[in-house]
């Protein structure tokens, strides 16, 4: 069975092909401003990399911000439910799903993959990739770099900012004052 899933993010749409449940290939691609545009290039994106013809493919599932606009898609479900049911089939242990998103970050409660709890900022920016994306962009690093940085820091600098613009702002102060971490 050849299956292909869809998670249209706000940031990144990303599309995965099983084969017999096991993953065949992938591809990521930014999602711009057309949700639908994104899912169909990446649906072609990898089936193209797979070498697989679409009249193969027995199932296609979409997630994400966008997932309604994939309307090629045989079924949708929420991303809260996709990261439950991936982590559970994937890494049976885990009960708690940490997701920063382009746009929100969540925290998932499961058992047995399901979904006991979550909880979900979608107000602001703060907390999410997009922020990371603007502090890296700020300390003139990579996000690779960013995390690195986190892991070795002596004196990590505070921000007392919430909001991702002001944060971006102290980052900026604090470069300027030449604070080392």
């Known amino acids: 069975m050849i299956s292909i899933g869809i998670d249209a993010g706000a940031a990144t749409t990303k599309a995965i092909l099983l084969c017999e449940n096991e993953i065949a290939g992938y591809t990521i691609i930014p999602t711009g401003f057309d949700f639908r545009k994104a ?18 493919v027995e199932k296609i599932l979409a997630t994400g911000y966008g997932r309604s606009s994939i309307g090629f898609a045989n079924k949708t479900i929420s991303e809260i439910t996709a990261h439950a049911r991936g982590v559970g089939y994937l890494i049976p242990t885990a009960h708690t799903i940490i997701d920063i998103g382009g746009q929100d970050s969540k925290v998932i409660i499961t058992e047995n993959g399901k979904v006991v709890d979550f909880m979900m900022n979608d107000r602001c920016a703060a907390g999410t990739g997009k922020f990371l994306e ?48």
């Open 39 to 56: 899912g169909e290039a990446a649906y072609r994106g990898v089936l193209s990399k797979c070498g697989i013809g679409e009249s193969e």
């Open 134 to 181: 603007y502090t890296a962009k700020a300390l003139e690093i990579s996000l690779e770099e960013l995390g690195t940085l986190t892991q070795v820091s002596k004196n990590p600098a505070k921000i007392s900012s919430m909001c991702t613009v002001f944060a971006e702002s102290e980052v900026i102060s604090l470069r300027a004052l030449k604070k080392k971490t």
